[in-house]
């Protein structure tokens, strides 16, 4: 970012345009423009002429033969931790800029929108089948976390130096689920719970279908 690209993004911004809806395009993009203090050359940015050239976009997906445009418009009234911003919208269904402009001046009355977020991490999961004993499993997996861990990381080192990878500062979360056929399973991650259930309703038709053996018999 240059220096004053820097100024203008901490330039105080003021989302509150009024009568913004009654003007006409061009004069609504000088409204945002001046309000966020951008530049002259900013403007044409808005217009759209050869934002995507053909060639980049032959580049981007397969097979193309053109490119396809949507409006883009602003959302007004918007403040969001104590700060106003004018937010750009690229959609085709009428209302939506307008509802979301107007739900924003009914906030602003209240202070606005007030946000937070978690660390961007996201959980991963292994799946360990045939286990014997799944409790002593376990434990050789926590007692192993570093080596893991480190495996992990060794394979995307440079994500690991862009400040990704595999940051170790949580304990894993494992389940398991004993008397399988196959000597149990354990499951690590978020989607335990889906395969959980998953496993468990198959493990129930098992014992469904063992019982009506033995009644057989």
């Not at 009428?94 to 979301?100: E, G, L, M, R, Y």
């Not at 192993?144 to 595999?166: F, K, Q």
Request: glycine share 10%; proline share 5%; charged share 25%.
């Amino acid at each position: 970012m240059t220096e004053e690209a820097g100024r203008r993004a901490d330039r105080e911004v003021n989302s509150r345009i009024e009568k913004f809806r009654d003007l006409q395009p061009q004069a609504r993009c000088e409204a945002v423009c001046t309000a966020a203090g951008l530049a002259r050359e900013d403007q044409e940015v808005f217009s759209g002429r050869d934002a995507l050239p053909l060639a980049l976009a032959n580049g981007m997906i397969e097979n193309v033969i053109g490119k396809f445009e949507l409006p883009l418009a602003v959302a007004s009234n918007f403040t969001v931790n104590g700060r106003d911003y004018l937010i750009p919208m690229a959609v085709e269904e009428p209302s939506v800029v307008a509802a979301a402009s107007y739900m924003a001046k009914i906030a602003r009355g209240c202070g606005g929108f007030f946000t937070s977020s978690s660390q961007p991490i996201m959980q991963a999961q292994v799946q360990v089948l045939r286990v014997a004993d799944p409790f002593a499993a376990r434990h050789r997996l926590f007692a192993a976390r570093d080596e893991l861990i480190g495996m992990a990381n060794e394979r995307d080192r440079l994500l690991v130096a862009l400040g990704g990878g595999c940051p170790g500062h949580r304990s894993p979360s494992l389940r398991g689920l004993a008397g399988w056929p196959d000597g149990g399973s354990a499951f690590t991650g978020r989607r335990a719970r889906r395969h959980g259930g998953q496993c468990g309703q198959q493990h129930g038709r098992d014992d469904r279908a063992a019982r009506r053996r033995n009644h057989r018999r």
